[in-house]
Every structure is written in C-alpha cells, then in structure tokens.
C-alpha cells in the first residue's frame, strides 16, 4: 500500500498542461515552473527526475509540464527553440527563462531565488517601464 501511495503522490507531484491550461496555469499565486519537452529529446528525459524531484519537495508550487510534440502551437507562440526549456512564473509574472537541463541544486537555488525576490519592487518596475515612452 505504501507503494502505492508514493506512486500516487509522484504522478501527481507535476501536471501536464496544455495550450487552453497555459494562461490560467501562470496566472496562479504563487511560483509556476514549466518545462518544454518532447519525448525523443535526451537532455529532457534526464532533467525529467530533477524536475520531478523538485515537485516533491516543494510541494507549495506548481510544477506544470507541457509536451512540445502535442502543443507545438504554444510551444511556436512562446518562441520555444531550444529544450528542454524552463520558465518560472511567480503571481503571473515571467521572472526566468532558459533552455538547458539544469542539475538539482542549480534548481534549488534558482527556486530559492525566485521564492526571494520583492515582487512588489517587480511590479512597479514593470509598471514603469509601460508608463515610459517606447526608444526607438
């Protein structure tokens, strides 16, 4: 039963999104990390246990996952060129990008990062780099 319930818990420690799930994934409170992967692709099949792991210990974010092969649209529309590719979003706001596998405590420590920025400072700046006329 024991194994079981760790079956369980790990299939459900990630979600895998998709196009029409994208926006309203990101948008939650909080910090989102998604990873852009396709099946066929190395570096993706080993960073899926890191990410995996990551899920399980930080179980106050939402680890979502999204299969470049089914959702080319969005993965196109979000200029995906390179993967596997992680973005972190914290209250709806895109705070990291990268493709590349990253290793476990690279991970953490980017998690603890984004868990300490000043959203509010965020925010502001933000608001005003709209409120600035565009260099042209």
Same mark, same amino acid.
């Given at each position: 039963?024991?194994?079981?319930?760790?079956?369980? #818990?790990?299939?459900?420690?990630?979600?895998?999104?998709? /196009?029409?799930?994208?926006?309203d994934?990101?948008? !939650?409170?909080?910090? =989102?990390?998604?990873?852009?992967? !396709?099946?066929?692709?190395?570096?993706? #099949?080993?960073?899926?246990? %890191?990410?995996?792991?990551?899920?399980?210990?930080? &179980?106050? /974010?939402?680890?979502? #996952?999204?299969?470049t092969?089914?959702?080319?649209?969005? +993965?196109?529309?979000?200029?995906?060129?390179? %993967?596997?590719?992680?973005? %972190?979003?914290r209250?709806g706001?895109?705070?990291?990008s990268?493709?590349? !596998?990253? &290793?476990?405590? /690279?991970?953490?420590?980017?998690?603890?990062? =984004?868990? +300490?920025?000043?959203?509010? /400072?965020?925010?502001?700046?933000?608001?005003?780099?709209?409120?600035?006329? !565009?260099? +042209?």
């Amino acid at each position: 039963m024991c194994v079981s319930d760790r079956v369980f #818990k790990t299939s459900m420690s990630t979600v895998d999104i998709t /196009a029409s799930q994208f926006q309203d994934t990101i948008s !939650a409170d909080g910090v =989102v990390l998604v990873d852009f992967w !396709a099946s066929w692709c190395g570096p993706c #099949k080993s960073f899926a246990p %890191i990410f995996e792991q990551a899920a399980e210990d930080h &179980p106050d /974010a939402t680890f979502a #996952k999204v299969n470049t092969e089914e959702e080319q649209e969005l +993965a196109g529309a979000l200029s995906i060129r390179s %993967i596997p590719t992680l973005m %972190i979003f914290r209250d709806g706001i895109q705070v990291f990008s990268q493709p590349g !596998a990253l &290793p476990g405590d /690279a991970l953490e420590d980017l998690l603890s990062q =984004v868990e +300490a920025l000043d959203m509010d /400072a965020i925010r502001e700046e933000i608001a005003q780099q709209q409120d600035s006329p !565009a260099d +042209a």
